[in-house]
Structure formats: C-alpha cells, structure tokens
C-alpha cells in the first residue's frame, strides 16, 4: 500500500515537471507569435550574421513570418585628412526598393533565427522607422533616414 502512494506522487511530480517544462520553452517552439506583439517592431537577428527589422506575423518552428521590413546598410565615409580614421554612416533601408523589388513580406527558415529582440518605440531603430513613414522616401540616392551610431 505504501509503495503505491510512493509512485502516485512520483507520477503526480513528473507530470507537473513536464507540463511545467513546455509552459517554461512556449511548447519547444511550437506556439506561435511566443512572446511577440503584432503592434511592436521586433529584430530579427539571423545566422548569417544579417539583422532585419519589422513586424512578426508569425513564428512558428518552421518559418518565421517578417513585414514591414528594414534593415541597416553601412557607410564608409572618408575623412578629410589622413591622420583621422574612416566613419560608420547606418542608413536604414526599407526592403522593396532595391532593384529586384521584393514584396514587404518575408519568409525566413526559423532555424535560421538565432534570436528576436523586441524594440523599444523610444530606440533609434524605431524612432528611424517612423520618420520615414511620416515623410516618405527623400530625394536622396538611398531613399532613407540615417541612423546617427556612436562607435
């Protein structure tokens, strides 16, 4: 009789050890969106080392689903004399107008995703963002707001 309750509160542990390990991991990456906010910019940072910017659709462990898409394209910039070293300038790029013309959705394999940061409105990532849909792509070759870097 003693041994039977002995087992009861060993399955009884096990069980909530285990329902508590897949509530703790968000289903080992089955459940979707785990941790996102569809109002809230995210970064996306892949294994190839490339960082995108944009809104998660969706996320599951399949794919990962981007819209809204940005991403950072850095600038020599020569100094104008010898004995000071090259700047960084960031130009934050909207995906679509580069000249084979993605469509502002992406697919990404999400074992490509190392990690996603959500951004903070207040950040320079997304402040950036804003200015450029409120005033719309300049005059400029690139089309998009820099984004000042301290290095």
Same mark, same amino acid.
């Given at each position: ?20 390990? !897949? *509530?703790?991991? &968000? ?8 941790? =996102?906010?569809? %109002?809230? $910019? ?8 490339? !960082? *995108?910017?944009? &809104? ?8 990962? =689903?981007?819209? %809204?898409? $940005? ?81």
């Amino acid at each position: 009789m003693n041994n039977k309750v002995v087992l009861y509160v060993l399955y009884a542990i096990i069980i909530i050890a285990l329902g508590y390990l !897949v *509530y703790a991991t &968000k289903g080992f990456g089955i459940w979707k969106n785990a941790g =996102t906010n569809k %109002d809230q $910019y995210q970064a996306i940072f892949l294994t190839n080392g490339q !960082v *995108y910017f944009g &809104k998660v659709d969706s996320m599951d462990a399949k794919k990962t =689903t981007l819209s %809204d898409i $940005y991403y950072l394209q850095v600038q020599q910039v020569q100094p104008a004399t010898e004995s000071t070293t090259a700047e960084q300038k960031l130009t934050l790029i909207k995906l679509g107008n580069e000249l084979h013309g993605p469509e502002d959705k992406m697919y990404i394999n999400s074992d490509q995703v190392l990690f996603y940061e959500n951004l903070k409105d207040e950040g320079k990532v997304v402040q950036a963002i804003k200015k450029y849909q409120a005033e719309g792509p300049s005059a400029e070759t690139s089309a998009q707001p820099t984004v000042e870097a301290t290095q």
